[in-house]
């Protein structure tokens, strides 16, 4: 059983419901639109957001057409959901620190660059109400 699942059933048994990408509440707590500012800084400037509670990571990307299903598959297998709404969407759940920010960034860049895109930033979604 992965990290995820474990932690999916941890939740689940003391009642509180394991956050998906489409739960109900989910509000940007974190943004990250500046290339020059260190994924670091966008997580200490954020009051709204909880480092000891799970977030829907989103990077913004954009992508040429004929890329999208080659995108869909380079990330699926670590567990990512392209999505379409104003702009394209890698979406997951994950806990956030300064590192996986980082790191995905990176990986997410690359990625959009590969494919003859760009990556725009991301942002982090929380349930805030509960």
């Given at each position: 059983?992965?990290?995820?699942?474990?932690l999916?059933?941890?939740?689940?048994?003391?009642?509180?419901?394991?956050?998906?990408?489409d739960?109900?509440?989910?509000e940007?707590?974190?943004?990250?639109?500046?290339?020059?500012?260190?994924?670091?800084?966008?997580l200490?400037?954020?009051?709204?957001?909880?480092?000891?509670?799970?977030?829907?990571?989103?990077?913004?990307?954009?992508?040429?057409?004929?890329?999208?299903?080659?995108?869909?598959?380079?990330?699926?297998?670590?567990?990512?959901?392209?999505?379409?709404?104003?702009r394209?969407?890698?979406?997951?759940?994950?806990r956030?620190?300064?590192?996986?920010?980082?790191?995905?960034?990176?990986?997410?860049?690359?990625?959009?660059?590969?494919?003859?895109?760009?990556?725009?930033?991301?942002?982090?979604?929380?349930?805030?109400?509960?």
């Amino acid at each position: 059983m992965g990290l995820l699942s474990r932690l999916r059933d941890r939740r689940a048994r003391r009642g509180v419901p394991a956050l998906e990408i489409d739960s109900p509440g989910l509000e940007v707590v974190v943004e990250a639109f500046d290339v020059a500012e260190a994924d670091s800084a966008a997580l200490a400037r954020s009051p709204r957001w909880r480092a000891d509670e799970p977030a829907v990571l989103r990077h913004h990307l954009e992508l040429p057409p004929d890329q999208v299903e080659r995108a869909r598959e380079l990330l699926a297998p670590d567990g990512w959901a392209l999505r379409h709404e104003d702009r394209w969407h890698a979406l997951r759940v994950q806990r956030l620190d300064a590192l996986r920010c980082a790191q995905e960034r990176a990986r997410m860049a690359s990625l959009a660059q590969r494919l003859g895109g760009d990556w725009i930033g991301w942002d982090a979604l929380q349930v805030t109400h509960r």
